[in-house]
């Protein structure tokens, strides 16, 4: 794909994902324009500071809610990246029906305004929290991940093509634990739900480079799931508080021990390739079926948790993620 002919519109673009993506955008594939659509003005305005600046780079405020706006902001663009999205579990689980406006009908709202427009691709993010959700952050996440799957049925003769990316926790973005970690240090007291627990880890700018190589790929219809490497949280603690008296605090509400990115219901329509899994859509045989070309149909049995992983990380490998991120907390870039 020719990106430099392309006009990109990130939603939730002044994001930890959505600024990443800009730089990387902006610096090796130079597209004609990027849009940033975002709610917040201050965060446009740090942005422009910290020099997100550039002659195809535009800032535009808006509200996924706002299906107008989003009309408004979808004219002229061929490619979204839907990163907009309440993620805060916590948050999600006290205000339910801001969740459901912003992560559900938002991302209505971006599959209507691109099929009226007529935006050739549009990739969501999702999240491990998606499969087999526990807390209302998940339920909402894997809602809207039915709704761009089976909205491309709703393409017809149209252009427009929908498909999710779908990863687990981000080493270092707003929200993740790796700065809690590094602030209780500093008390020599570090809190941890369960020392089994287990997550699936990501960086940022891994992240990032697959959504962009899944845009370029994508059909239409499919959930793409990176193959990625666990990390045990005790292990966590000790690679970030190696002194640090850690306590056990006991699970929260809405928190599950292991994450899962793909269970084993949906092994049956997934494709595995070196580097990824293809979630094929299950309910429609018109549409996403073509990567069985490409790669193998995985067994009835197969569930990729982040327990029984085969791919882990050891204490210095996760030293080697972290340092680069507790340097930035140290001088103050990091909150």
Not at 88 to 96: G, S
Not at 231 to 255: C, F, Q, T, W, Y
Request: with cysteine; charged share 25%; aromatic share 8%.
């Amino acid at each position: 794909m020719d990106w430099s002919k392309k006009v990109v519109l990130i939603t939730g673009g002044t994001g930890s994902f959505g600024k990443k993506l800009v730089r990387i955008l902006l610096d090796e594939y130079h597209p004609a324009k990027v849009i940033v659509f975002s709610r917040d003005e201050l965060k446009q305005h740090e942005m422009r500071v910290a020099g997100y600046e550039a002659p195809n780079l535009r800032y535009f405020i808006g509200d996924v809610r706002d299906l107008e706006r989003l009309h408004r902001a979808f004219e002229g663009v061929d490619i979204v990246i839907h990163a907009a999205a309440l993620k805060q579990v916590p948050a999600c689980e006290y205000n339910p029906m801001e969740a459901i406006k912003t992560n559900i009908l938002g991302s209505s709202n971006v599959i209507d305004a691109a099929l009226d427009v007529g935006v050739e691709r549009v990739v969501a993010l999702s999240t491990d929290k998606a499969v087999n959700p526990v807390n209302l952050y998940g339920a909402t996440k894997l809602a809207a991940e039915k709704l761009f799957v089976q909205s491309n049925a709703y393409a017809g003769g149209r252009k427009t093509r929908f498909a999710c990316v779908r990863y687990g926790n981000v080493v270092g973005s707003r929200g993740s634990v790796v700065p809690v970690f590094l602030k209780q240090r500093e008390n020599g007291q570090i809190t941890i739900t369960d020392e089994r627990m287990t997550r699936f880890w990501i960086s940022l700018e891994q992240g990032v480079r697959f959504v962009i190589r899944c845009a370029e790929n994508m059909h239409g219809g499919e959930v793409f799931v990176p193959k990625i490497p666990s990390m045990s949280i005790i292990d966590l603690a000790k690679a970030i508080a190696p002194e640090a008296h850690i306590n056990v605090i006991g699970i929260r509400p809405g928190e599950k021990l292991h994450e899962v990115l793909i269970s084993d219901d949906e092994a049956r329509t997934t494709v595995e390739l070196d580097d990824m899994y293809v979630v094929q859509p299950a309910e429609a045989l018109w549409f996403g079926r073509d990567w069985e070309k490409q790669g193998k149909l995985i067994t009835d049995e197969f569930r990729y948790a982040s327990n029984t992983n085969t791919d882990w990380l050891t204490l210095l490998q996760i030293k080697e993620i972290i340092d680069p991120i507790e340097e930035a907390y140290l001088q103050g870039k990091l909150q």
